[in-house]
């Protein structure tokens, strides 16, 4: 699809400075710029790109102004960065607006789907499920009996939603996510052989939830798994059954939070942490990257380490860890010389 520098000063708000017919038909870093694409700069570190770049179009500051000839249309703005933004979202909304019902695909005779949905090839849609309005569900997208799917929300291919799951409005779900497995629940016997707990709860998103590629969320042994408004998880996360993560909460990849934990509100967690189960963490709460985590933790904590000690605690005691090798040397010298 192309657009022409006028249509895209129309929807940014902006003026054109060159030619407002030129058509670009993709995106582009300014200093990768090529014919039939756009740009943007916002970083004055940047500057000297825009004279050599061959982007089409190039979104610029309203205060920019050129020192010498450039080969570029120019979109001006009051805000480059914020405009790219807006354009990357339309650009975005343009290229995901699918509508229809490929075939082959199954919908379940009992199920019930909004206005201006999509169904991808290949996909399976469960009895008495519920899709609301502008729901895009691509290929090979299994969702179980009974699942709850709010409007606008997007299950890329190959998301796998387990019967009973709740997904609020405005939710995505990347590439091979899994919602609603079963808890790894089981229970040895006196000789020590494990018996499966039946997982008969739920996993519960809300509105405005982000779940990045192959993560998953276990269903609750009873009750409900849930993730609050607004969280934004990374790919590669593991959230056990009973885990309740508060609303705007984000945790990068391959973080796994095990069974009946509590997270609360705002909370910044970092990559390849592990937290143990039954833990109450509090709101705010900031855990670096490969941190492990076995305590509750109270608001506003900052922690680093495995065992987690305090961040500040933390980079004291690493100043003392890497000298350890000299200081055993100096302890085995003052020994000497005891002796």
């Known amino acids: ?13 902006g003026e054109v400075e060159g030619n407002p017919e030129i058509e670009v038909y993709k995106l582009s870093k300014i200093e990768e710029g090529c014919e039939g694409s756009i740009s943007f700069l916002a970083n004055p570190k940047y500057k000297h790109f825009i004279y ?12 920019f102004e050129a020192e010498t000839p450039i080969k570029a249309t120019l979109v001006k703005v009051e805000d480059a960065y914020g405009a790219f933004s807006r354009l990357l979202e339309f650009y975005n909304n343009v290229k995901l607006n699918k509508v229809g019902i490929e075939q082959p695909s199954f919908i379940a005779a009992t199920a019930s789907l909004g206005q201006n949905v999509y169904v991808g090839a290949f996909a399976y849609i469960g009895e008495n499920v519920i899709i609301g309005e502008n729901v895009k569900i691509y290929p090979h997208v299994y969702i179980g009996d009974n699942a709850v799917i709010g409007d606008n929300v997007t299950l890329f291919a190959g998301c796998k939603v387990y019967s009973e799951t709740v997904i609020g409005k405005n939710c995505t779900l990347h590439s091979g996510v899994v919602l609603g ?19 008969i709860g739920n996993v519960i998103l809300e509105d405005d939830v982000e779940i990045g590629a192959n993560s998953t969320v276990d269903r609750a042994t009873l009750g ?14 593991q959230i056990a059954h009973n885990v309740e993560i508060g609303k705007n909460t984000v945790i990068a990849a391959q973080t796994g939070i095990a ?40 608001d506003d904590e900052v922690i680093q380490g495995s065992p987690a000690l305090g961040y500040a605690e933390y ?10 090798p000299n200081l055993q040397k100096r302890i085995e010298d003052l020994e000497k010389k005891i002796k």
């Open 1 to 13: 699809m192309k657009f022409t520098a006028l249509q895209i000063a129309e929807v940014l708000g």
């Open 52 to 63: 050599t770049t061959d982007a089409s179009i190039v979104i610029v500051g309203k205060d």
């Open 181 to 199: 497995a079963d808890g790894f629940g089981f229970t040895p016997n006196d000789e020590g052989v494990y018996s499966k707990v039946p997982q």
């Open 224 to 237: 409900s798994t849930i993730i609050r408004k607004g969280v934004k998880l990374d790919n590669q996360i």
């Open 259 to 298: 069974g009946s934990t509590k997270i609360g509100e705002s909370c910044t967690i970092g990559g390849q942490v592990g937290i143990v189960g039954h833990l109450q963490i509090g709101n705010r709460v900031r855990i670096q990257a490969q941190t492990g985590v076995g305590r509750n933790l109270k």
């Open 315 to 324: 980079n004291k005691s690493y100043v003392i860890f890497r000298k350890l």
